[in-house]
């Protein structure tokens, strides 16, 4: 009897880079989907801007703020609690110098390890 040899039967080169292909485009199309489900499913998030914390001393100002001032300081003047207001908005938008657009990454970090007790005067 006579021996023979398997014989190697191998994709043709065309056929194996063509299924690489369509594998990586359906695992691309899956990992797509899920991200599309992914972010649809997710709760929107809110978040706090300049303008909110303006609003938040606007809000609380004539309630809270104001009686305070006035009760520390009862010979202050119109113009003076103008100015205090003014203050009471650069208190607020301090913390945020170093996260606007093109902010500078200094005074973040600056805000940060500086206690507030170095802008009062």
């Not at 009862?74 to 205090?84: G, I, S």
């Given at each position: ?46 978040s706090y801007s300049v303008l909110t914390h303006e609003a ?48 500078k990454q200094t005074l973040q970090r600056f805000d940060t390890l500086c ?7």
């Amino acid at each position: 009897m006579r021996e023979t040899k398997p014989i190697a039967v191998s994709a043709p080169l065309g056929y194996v880079t063509q299924h690489r292909t369509v594998a990586r485009l359906r695992k691309l199309w899956h990992s797509a989907a899920f991200w599309l489900v992914l972010a649809f499913l997710v709760p929107a998030a809110s978040s706090y801007s300049v303008l909110t914390h303006e609003a938040i001393i606007d809000s609380t100002w004539d309630s809270a703020i104001r009686p305070l001032l006035l009760q520390r300081f009862p010979a202050a003047t119109a113009d003076e609690l103008t100015q205090a207001h003014a203050f009471a908005y650069g208190g607020c938008i301090i913390q945020d110098l170093g996260y606007y657009p093109f902010g500078k990454q200094t005074l973040q970090r600056f805000d940060t390890l500086c206690p507030k007790r170095c802008f009062c005067s």
